[in-house]
C-alpha cells in the first residue's frame, strides 16, 4: 500500500530518477566565479529552471500542510529556506529546505530577527557538519489562492536578490495540493526595479480568488515564472521509503474532501461573487458575437469563461476526492467482508 502511493505521487509529480553525483556536487569556487561574474545583472531572463530534489519537494510540502489553523479552519502561511547552488547554465538546483521559526497569518508571512537569528545559527550549524550547499533562496505557502507573488512577496524577493545573489522565490498552495493530489508549486524571480519586460504570449489562466485579483493584477509583470524539474537518486529514494513508512497511514486516512470543506465553500462563495460583478453589457456582447459569427474571444479574456474554468477546476477536485473515497469504501470494506466470512466458516465448523 505504502508503495502504491510513493510511487502515485512520483507519476503524479513528474519525479526523474538521476543517479548522477554530480548533481550534489558543491564547488565554492565554482560559486564564487558565478557571483563574481553575475550574469544576472546583464540578462534578466539568465535563470532559466529549478531542479528540485523530491526530498526536499517532501520536506516543503509536509511544512506547509503542518501549519496551525487560522481563523474557520484556514491555514496560516508558512516561510522556509533552501539549500542548493546555481549553475553557469542559468539552473537553480535545490537539494534540502528548512522551517524558518516565524509568525505568519492566513494571508501573509514575514521574517523577523529570531528567523534571521536562526538562519544564521543554521547555516553556520551546517558548515560544521560538512554539509554542502549555501542558502539559495525562500519558500512559503499561499493556502488556497494559487502560486503567485504578492505585492509583500515581490517586495521581499527584491530585496534578497539585492543583497544575497542568486536567490530563488517558492510559493507552494497546500490546500490546492491536498485537493489536487499534484504538488501545487511555483518557482519565480523579481525584475529589477524599473525594468518593463517585453510583451509574451498569453500566460495560463490562473483561478485567484476575487479579493486577491487586484494585487495579482498589480504585481504580475515585476517577476517571471521558471519551469520546475523533479529529481531523485538511490539516496533520495531511502529517504523518501523511511518517510512513506511513518506517514503513509496518514496519507491514507485523510480525505480532501473533509480537510478542504471550508476552502471548497469559499471558493463557491467567490465564483457566485464573480457572476453577480459581471454586467448585462458583457453578456450581451458574447451573445451578439455569436449571432454576428464574429471570431471569439479567449476563455481566458472572457469574464464567464474566466468563471467556467474555476468552476470546471473545483469540480474535478471534488470528484478526485469523491473517487478516492469510493475506492477506500471498496478495499476496506471488502477486507472486512472477507474477514467476517472467514470468521463465520470457522464458527460453523
Request: aromatic content about 10%; charged content about 25%.
Amino acid at each position: 500500500m505504502a508503495d502504491t502511493a510513493q510511487r502515485t505521487f512520483e507519476i503524479e509529480n513528474s519525479i526523474q530518477s538521476l543517479d548522477d553525483a554530480a548533481i550534489y556536487r558543491y564547488s565554492e569556487e565554482e560559486q564564487d566565479a558565478i557571483y563574481e561574474k553575475k550574469p544576472w545583472k546583464e540578462d534578466n531572463h539568465f535563470f532559466k529552471v529549478v531542479r528540485i530534489s523530491a526530498v526536499a519537494l517532501v520536506k516543503m510540502v509536509m511544512h506547509t500542510k503542518s501549519s496551525g489553523n487560522g481563523i474557520l479552519g484556514q491555514m496560516n502561511e508558512v516561510m522556509g529556506l533552501m539549500l542548493g547552488r546555481a549553475t553557469t547554465d542559468g539552473t537553480f538546483i535545490v537539494t534540502d529546505a528548512f522551517p524558518l521559526p516565524v509568525e505568519g497569518t492566513e494571508t501573509r508571512v514575514n521574517a523577523g530577527e529570531s528567523a534571521n537569528e536562526f538562519m544564521v545559527t543554521f547555516t553556520e550549524n551546517c558548515e560544521r557538519v560538512g554539509k554542502s550547499g549555501h542558502v539559495c533562496g525562500w519558500y512559503h505557502s499561499h493556502p488556497g489562492y494559487g502560486c503567485w507573488l504578492s505585492g509583500i512577496d515581490v517586495q521581499t524577493q527584491m530585496s534578497y536578490q539585492a543583497h544575497q545573489e542568486p536567490w530563488l522565490a517558492i510559493v507552494i498552495d497546500p490546500i490546492r495540493t491536498c485537493a489536487a493530489g499534484k504538488v501545487e508549486i511555483g518557482a519565480f524571480r523579481t525584475y529589477p526595479e524599473g525594468y518593463v519586460p517585453p510583451e509574451d504570449g498569453p500566460s495560463e489562466y490562473q483561478s485567484i480568488p476575487l479579493e486577491k485579483i487586484e494585487d495579482f493584477g498589480v504585481h504580475c509583470k515585476q517577476y517571471y515564472q521558471l519551469p520546475i524539474e523533479i529529481f531523485k537518486n538511490s539516496i533520495d529514494s531511502a529517504i523518501l521509503d523511511l518517510l512513506w513508512n511513518k506517514y503513509w497511514i496518514d496519507t491514507l486516512s485523510s480525505s480532501p474532501l473533509l480537510h478542504n470543506r471550508s476552502f471548497t465553500n469559499k471558493m463557491v462563495q467567490d465564483c457566485v461573487q464573480k457572476l453577480e460583478q459581471i454586467d448585462t453589457a458583457t453578456v450581451l456582447q458574447s451573445r451578439f458575437r455569436m449571432v454576428m459569427q464574429e471570431p471569439k474571444k479567449r476563455k481566458e479574456d472572457n469574464p464567464l469563461g474566466k468563471i467556467a474554468m474555476d468552476a470546471t477546476k473545483m469540480a474535478s477536485e471534488q470528484v478526485q476526492g469523491l473517487t478516492n473515497q469510493v475506492v477506500k469504501f471498496a478495499l476496506f470494506n471488502c477486507c472486512q467482508c472477507r474477514a467476517d466470512h472467514s470468521a463465520a466458516t470457522a464458527m460453523e465448523r
